[in-house]
């Protein structure tokens, strides 16, 4: 989290995750409430049509293996050192998440994977990277990092109650919602700590290699400033967290306009057995009234 370049790489991957997330589950949604099961992935077909996932595939081991080998070689301070480490962990965890998700997909029983046990591990993957967020940042720049901290809990107790409560769409739409939310926020911190221009009035950007300090803080000229800056940081943040539900609101709105618009598991073989499935239920309940009559 040391530079402008790794926000913005944070950005690009959580936003339109998150997106995906939304669009998928609100069209499985609307498409039939009473059939509505949360995914830990919505896959689509043709399986190229993946290409966020095997992006991440891709990038996420990428950037854990820089964290480890280019910050720890440039970091001067052991408490930067270990707090690189702990990212790489987190990334690498996030990695073994959606592999665990790929061999979920492609696994038959008696290898099947259950579902709920996905969920748990990437709550408690969530639960790892809030510990590491902001580690070694003090001031301004920490209280920023720690609404970060927030939007990742929210994401984690999301993943916790789909556990045990698949069918909530209101927890899909939290989690949805926070990842969307927490990539917007992230660039808005890179944007706001880590460059001049669109750093806040009166206060200098972050060092990204701090050799001075155990701390990294974003220091102000004075103290009105850190002040102003603050609160325009809480109003920023509230802003985003307004822009993100008024897009979320559209994006449903929008999808309840329009019925033939269909994404990942929304249409298909599964949306068409739980049908059937549903039918046969329904069926078999009504039969069993008549027979009572």
């Not at 990212?87 to 099947?112: K, V």
């Not at 808005?188 to 990294?216: H, R, V």
Request: with cysteine; charged share 15%.
């Amino acid at each position: 989290m040391a530079s402008l370049a790794t926000h913005f790489s944070a950005f690009v991957l959580l936003s339109p995750v998150g997106l995906r997330r939304l669009l998928c589950s609100s069209s499985l949604y609307l498409r039939n409430p009473s059939l509505f099961r949360a995914k830990t992935w919505y896959f689509c077909d043709p399986k190229w049509k993946n290409f966020d996932l095997y992006s991440l595939i891709i990038a996420l081991p990428i950037a854990s293996f820089s964290e480890i080998f280019i910050f720890l070689a440039f970091s001067g301070h052991p408490t930067y050192r270990f707090a690189f480490f702990q990212q790489s962990a987190t990334l690498f965890l996030f990695w073994l998440l959606l592999l665990l998700i790929i061999c979920r997909e492609n696994l038959d029983y008696p290898m099947h994977i259950d579902q709920a046990f996905v969920f748990v591990l990437a709550a408690v993957t969530f639960f790892v990277e809030y510990s590491v967020i902001g580690k070694g940042i003090s001031g301004l720049g920490g209280t920023m990092y720690d609404m970060l901290g927030a939007l990742t809990l929210t994401c984690a107790f999301s993943c916790l109650y789909l556990s045990f409560r698949p069918r909530s769409f209101f927890a899909e739409f939290i989690l949805s919602s926070g990842l969307v939310f927490k990539g917007t926020w992230m660039l808005q911190l890179g944007l706001s700590l880590y460059t001049d221009t669109f750093g806040l009035k009166g206060c200098k950007k972050m060092s990204a290699w701090p050799k001075e300090s155990e701390n990294a803080e974003f220091k102000c000229d004075l103290e009105e400033d850190g002040l102003r800056g603050l609160a325009v940081m809480r109003l920023g943040f509230i802003g985003h967290a307004v822009g993100v539900m008024v897009l979320s609101f559209v994006i449903f709105g929008w999808l309840a306009r329009n019925w033939n618009w269909q994404c990942g598991e929304a249409s298909g073989p599964l949306l068409e057995e739980m049908e059937s499935e549903h039918r046969f239920m329904l069926m078999r309940g009504s039969s069993q009234e008549i027979e009572l009559e």
